[in-house]
């Protein structure tokens, strides 16, 4: 079936530490996105890519880093610059073949421990 | 800087009646509109996208687009207890094709 893929879906981050969340889609859509949502909030846009090995800093990059080596995929790595990580990080995708409609994957929960 | 603005909510209405969720947007010549629906802890799943002014149906939901007024408008017939969920509003602006400007979700809860 197609769809977005995040792995994992709980992740644990002790202080110091990198972690990288995994999306990969299957939708051939040419741009992909990653979010953050805190409880009780909106969608925070962290960064985003609209073609291969191309990507731009959303609304609250710092912190954060992304690569872009294949359509399909769009790994996330949350930094230890990244002061309070600890939220719900929603990967998402869409492209023309789509009306532009955009679609998420489940979720990734990071908790700093 | 390019807003989308909803009631937070919540928005209470009992099991069967008609509920009315709003959003308005500042950037006038926007021309794709969406409305998604979160479960608590789950992400979005689409409901309706709408393109043109008016109406658009899908089972108990219609959507209602104003491009004069800038405002799009989600109504729920026959309200269910699982449609209690918060409900995103998203717009696409004119100039960048694909980077949506969302709105923080009204927060719906359907009373049984």
């Known amino acids: 079936d197609g769809g977005i893929t995040q792995s994992p879906k709980y992740l644990f981050r002790k202080e110091g530490q990198n972690v990288t969340l995994s999306c990969e889609q299957n939708?051939?859509?040419?741009?992909m996105y990653w979010y953050r949502q805190d409880p009780g909030q909106g969608l925070r846009l962290i960064y985003y890519?609209?073609?291969?090995?191309?990507?731009q800093k959303g609304d609250i990059a710092e912190g954060y880093s992304v690569s872009r080596e294949k359509k399909e995929s769009f790994p996330l790595t949350v930094t230890s610059a990244q002061k309070n990580p600890t939220a719900f990080y929603l990967c998402a995708s869409n492209g023309q073949g789509s009306g532009n409609t955009i679609y998420f994957g489940e979720g990734s929960w990071l908790t700093v421990v | 800087q390019k807003e989308v603005e909803q009631n937070s909510g919540p928005l209470s209405v009992p099991e069967g009646a008609i509920a009315s969720l709003n959003c308005t947007y500042s950037?006038?010549?926007?021309?794709?509109f969406f409305w998604y629906r979160q479960y608590s802890g789950k992400s979005p799943e689409l409901i309706m996208s709408?393109?043109s002014n008016g109406d658009k149906e899908d089972g108990r939901f219609t959507a209602q687009l104003n491009k004069a007024s800038q405002y799009v408008s989600l109504l729920i017939r026959d309200s269910q207890p699982s449609d209690s969920a918060t409900y995103l509003c998203?717009?696409?602006?004119?100039?960048?094709?694909?980077?949506?400007?969302w709105g923080l979700g009204t927060s719906l809860a359907v009373n049984p």
């Open positions: 950037d006038r010549v926007s021309q794709s």
């Open positions: 939708l051939n859509h040419d741009a």
């Open positions: 890519s609209q073609i291969v090995n191309d990507f």
């Open positions: 998203a717009v696409i602006p004119a100039g960048n094709n694909r980077k949506l400007i």
């Open positions: 709408i393109y």
